[in-house]
């Protein structure tokens, strides 16, 4: 069956690191979206993504990128860590066809220490 | 940009009454409005969705209204069950392309 699938589920990183998130769907859905969760916030969109090559800014991008070489996969690299970007990360999907349902994938627990 | 307000923020209803949680746009341009539950631990997943070519949607005891005059639309749960708890979170489609903007979300607690 097609799936969204992300890794890992959870992640502790020290203040500073590097650290990428992947998020991989056989859907073969052309859009594709990181959202970070946290209390009080609901789902804050971070980057997304079209298509193939194709990347843009959503509400709270700064400290996150992304990067699409192909369309199962949008690995979020978060360059250098900081203890506010600790929260719950969730990759979701769609078909290009406007309006449709995102599917999401089971999430990343990261904590910045 | 798209700016969703949601309310209340919690909810407690005894099992078998209804449940009503608001939902506010501010671009009138979006013209889908989907609703997720989330249970604890869980991804969200899609319950219904409304296009804006269309007033009201049922689904069993699952209705969702909106008014695009008002920009605002409403989640309605009919004879509330336990396996309703969850967190529900509205959220609009901006006028540009497939991205959503959600709400803060509303925690529903469905009491015996």
């Known amino acids: 069956d097609a799936e969204i699938t992300q890794s890992p589920r959870h992640k502790i990183i020290e203040t500073g690191r590097q650290v990428t998130l992947a998020c991989h769907q056989t859907w073969n859905h052309n859009n594709m979206f990181w959202y970070r969760q946290d209390l009080g916030h609901g789902l804050r969109l971070i980057h997304y993504?079209?298509?193939?090559?194709?990347?843009n800014k959503g509400e709270v991008s700064d400290g996150y990128s992304v990067s699409r070489s192909n369309t199962e996969d949008l690995p979020l690299t978060l360059e250098s860590a900081a203890s506010s970007q600790t929260s719950v990360y969730f990759c979701?999907?769609?078909?290009?066809?406007?309006?449709?349902?995102?599917?999401f994938g089971p999430g990343t627990r990261l904590t910045v220490l | 940009g798209e700016n969703v307000e949601q309310h209340p923020s919690t909810l407690s209803v005894q099992e078998g009454d209804s449940a009503v949680i608001k939902c506010t746009y501010s671009?009138?341009?979006?013209?889908?409005f989907p609703w997720y539950k989330q249970e604890l631990g869980k991804r969200p997943q899609l319950i219904i969705d409304?296009?804006?070519?269309?007033g009201e949607k049922k689904d069993q005891r699952i209705a969702v209204t909106l008014n695009k005059t008002a920009k605002h639309f409403s989640l309605h749960i009919t004879e509330t069950q336990p396996e309703d708890s969850a967190v529900y979170f509205c959220a609009a489609s901006g006028g540009g392309g497939n991205k959503l903007t959600f709400g803060t979300g509303t925690q529903l607690k469905v009491e015996l």
């Open positions: 409304i296009r804006s070519n269309v």
């Open positions: 993504s079209y298509g193939v090559h194709d990347t």
């Open positions: 979701a999907s769609s078909e290009s066809v406007r309006g449709n349902e995102q599917f």
């Open positions: 671009d009138s341009a979006s013209n889908y």
